[in-house]
């Protein structure tokens, strides 16, 4: 167990709808990391936040925001949903971001159909 | 391009034996490189990481390590057990906050 949670663990929709994923960071880590990892693409950067502000940006479509609230925890809004957006979905943290350990959540299995 | 290519794709090797994963990247500028091991379905496990300055590192049966002239890493597996059964990702990152994923080694150790 990472101590990073993820919420929730699968989500079924349909295409065109809109869906937030959640995460909670281990304690006391101030930077939370979004991956995507589909078949086709592998694992992708999406998004970091550090102590909530917005650090880095990867592959992250326009579709696609996040945010990292005062208590640390982040949320992942995907909207317009689309077949290809079907992917695990996964939330790292770490205490503060460069060299450090990651730690990865169990991830939330999204289904567009 | 940044680019992380891994090698090979996929690898069998019988419990016991050793066994080398490579990892080639074109990414610049290089602020350190990772290896992580990802069971079916869940999330990747960080086994090292180095920086520019480190050539080696261990963790246990695992050793990494780094050539930054050549862009080239391995991870060296030691006396492989059923529980290494799992795929293999090379990450280097750029900027030190953005990351570049190999596609992986899909590693099956059998009995």
């Known amino acids: 167990d990472s101590g990073v949670t993820q919420t929730p663990k699968h989500l079924i929709t349909a295409t065109g709808q809109r869906v937030t994923l959640r995460c909670s960071p281990r304690?006391?880590?101030?930077?939370v990391y979004w991956y995507q990892q589909s078949l086709d693409q592998g694992l992708q950067f999406l998004i970091q936040y550090y102590n909530g502000e917005e650090r880095a940006k990867g592959n992250i479509l326009e579709r696609f925001s996040a945010q990292q609230f005062p208590d640390l925890h982040s949320e992942l809004n995907l909207s317009s949903l689309e077949l290809g957006d079907s992917a695990l979905y996964f939330c790292a943290s770490s205490v503060e971001g460069t060299q450090e350990t990651q730690y990865f959540g169990p991830g939330t299995r999204l289904l567009v159909l | 391009k940044n680019q992380v290519e891994q090698s090979p794709q996929s690898l069998i090797i019988l419990e016991g034996k050793n066994c080398t994963l490579q990892?080639?990247?074109?990414?610049?500028?290089?602020?350190?490189l990772r290896w992580y091991k990802q069971d079916t379905g869940r999330g990747p496990v960080s086994l090292t990481i180095m920086t520019f300055s480190e050539n080696t590192k261990s963790n246990g049966r695992y050793t990494a390590t780094l050539d930054a002239d050549t862009k080239q890493s391995s991870l060296h597996i030691t006396a492989s057990q059923l529980s290494d059964s799992a795929s293999y990702i090379c990450?280097?990152?750029?900027?030190?906050?953005?990351?570049?994923f190999g596609s992986g080694t899909k590693l099956n150790v059998k009995p």
């Open positions: 990892c080639n990247y074109t990414v610049s500028p290089f602020s350190n």
């Open positions: 990450v280097v990152s750029y900027n030190f906050n953005k990351f570049y």
């Open positions: 304690s006391g880590d101030l930077s």
